[in-house]
């Protein structure tokens, strides 16, 4: 069992740098491939980016390459969403997730992820 708890959302000016943390428990922690994801206000929610957990390969959504940068720590249990030149399109609830996929199309798809976090909000005024 693993439980995840993401911190480090807030308001941000667009252009700006937020970067999201998702602390996790459990010892199998390395087993896990993590993953961002994110619900927009009024939409469905949507895949950010994703490192797989067993050769340590990033993924993104084509709408934050470039711009976003996910990276784990297996020692310390952490996940980490670096966002920079954020614009108000990427206001939204951010998720973390814990989950065994390893390559496209499962890791980018919120079903394939058991264990989930609250959520914490990001917004980026214009």
């Known amino acids: 069992q693993v439980q995840v708890a993401e911190s480090g959302g807030g308001l941000v000016q667009a252009g700006g740098s937020l970067r999201l943390s998702c602390a996790a428990s459990?010892?199998?922690?390395?087993?896990?491939?993590m993953g961002w994801f994110r619900q927009p206000p009024g939409k469905e929610r949507e895949f950010v980016a994703a490192?797989?957990?067993?050769?340590?390969?990033?993924y993104y959504a084509d709408s934050v390459k470039g711009r976003f940068s996910i990276s784990r720590d297996n020692g310390k249990n952490t996940v980490a969403l670096q966002m920079n030149s954020l614009t108000p399109e990427d206001t939204a609830v951010y998720y973390c997730?814990?989950?065994?996929?390893?390559?496209?199309?499962?890791?980018?798809?919120?079903?394939?992820?058991?264990?989930r976090g609250q959520g914490t909000q990001v917004t980026v005024s214009s």
């Open positions: 997730a814990a989950g065994l996929p390893t390559y496209h199309p499962g890791i980018s798809a919120w079903e394939n992820y058991t264990y």
């Open positions: 459990g010892r199998t922690f390395r087993s896990y491939s």
């Open positions: 490192v797989s957990w067993n050769d340590g390969n990033t």
